[in-house]
């Protein structure tokens, strides 16, 4: 004669044997699918594919030349701290790098103030002909500048702009401010109107509203403006060393090319000279990255 089973005590016994999830209490842990597998691989490779170069470049500027000969893809053996001394002292990297900064600080500032102003007229004025005028910024972006060094080289010195800072400060404000104006106007079209009738209504006029309502509220699109064009403005080289021709105002990317040109055989100063130039702008890209993913994200222009 068999006892009856309380229905809640089976359910306890089949309870105790499975784990939430469904899965045995005694199951190992659950495998990782093949694809998270394969998409970690790809991902670390990409890693080393970007940060390779710049370790390798790091590690060649602390040998000796003959270090690098025997080996140059290795460690030092010997760490020739010296090396970034020597190659900023035999560079002159002080002059290049001080003008890199007055003229990306100036073509930043020129491009914010540009694409701020367009980008509004086009996102909340009624302006005439506005289709035509964001075809012609899609256009301009996606033409090569090599096809204005010709026409630029003469104007630039029929200007008297030819061999200045600031005519290349105008030539930089010209190539990026058709990206940062389809940039922030991305932003500006997701703020709510609502906002501003409301600043309106109280009595502020349209140079008002848009310093105190819609630029605050598009600070993050004007840091990725700002970082975007900063970097390009600090790496562009064709466009300096044609229009710039004294020493004292060549940027650094122009000053390492001149002095690439004299130390042919010495690829430790070399090495020692680049990692110098590409750390400022590795550092402030590393330090606003956060916030450069953020706001091209927040734009919706992440996929362009």
Same mark, same amino acid.
């Given at each position: ?22 899965? *045995? ?32 470049? &790091? &590690?060649?500027?602390?040998?000796? @030349? ?30 290049? +790098? ?10 930043v500032a020129l491009t914010c103030v540009v ?5 509004? /007229? #086009? *996102?909340? +004025? ?18 090569? /500048?090599?096809?204005?060094?010709? !026409?630029? &080289? ?23 401010? !058709? ?27 349209? +140079?008002?509203v848009f310093a105190r309502i819609v630029l !605050? ?8 403006? /700002? ?7 600090? @790496? ?7 229009? #710039? ?5 060549? !940027? ?9 040109? =004299? ?8 090495? /020692?000279? =680049?990692?110098?130039?590409? *750390? ?25």
């Open positions: 004669m068999s006892a009856a089973v309380p229905p809640h005590a089976s359910a306890r016994r089949v309870t105790a044997g499975h784990a939430p999830g469904g899965r *045995a209490a005694g199951a190992g842990p659950r495998r990782v699918p093949a694809g998270r597998w394969l998409v970690g691989v790809v991902l670390a490779g990409l890693a080393v594919f970007a940060i390779g170069p710049i370790v390798l470049f &790091f &590690f060649n500027a602390l040998k000796t @030349n003959g270090q690098y000969a025997a080996d140059s893809l290795g460690l030092p053996k010997s760490w020739e701290w010296g090396n970034f001394v020597t190659a900023w002292n035999q560079a002159n990297m002080g002059a290049g +790098l001080w003008n890199s900064v007055v003229i990306v600080l100036g073509t694409a701020c102003c367009a980008a509004y /007229a #086009l *996102a909340r +004025l009624v302006v005439h002909g506005a289709s035509v005028f964001m075809t012609y910024l899609l256009v301009s972006s996606a033409l090569p /500048a090599q096809m204005f060094l010709v !026409p630029l &080289f003469y104007m630039w010195a029929k200007a008297g702009l030819y061999d200045s800072r600031l005519g290349l400060v105008l030539i930089y404000c010209g190539l990026f401010s !058709p990206f940062a104006t389809l940039l922030l106007r991305s932003f500006m079209m997701g703020l709510p109107p609502q906002i501003e009738e409301a600043a309106r209504v109280d009595g502020a006029g349209e +140079l008002r !605050p509220n598009v600070l993050p699109g004007i840091l990725t403006v /700002a970082l975007t064009t900063g970097l390009s403005a600090y @790496n562009e080289f064709l466009f300096a060393v044609t229009m #710039l021709q004294s020493e004292s105002k060549m !940027p650094l990317s122009t000053t390492f090319f001149t002095f690439q040109q =004299g130390f042919t055989q010495n690829f430790t100063l070399i090495s /020692a000279a =680049g990692f110098i130039m590409i *750390a400022p702008m590795l550092v402030l890209f590393l330090l606003l990255q956060r916030r450069f993913i953020d706001g091209l994200a927040s734009s919706g222009m992440g996929g362009m």
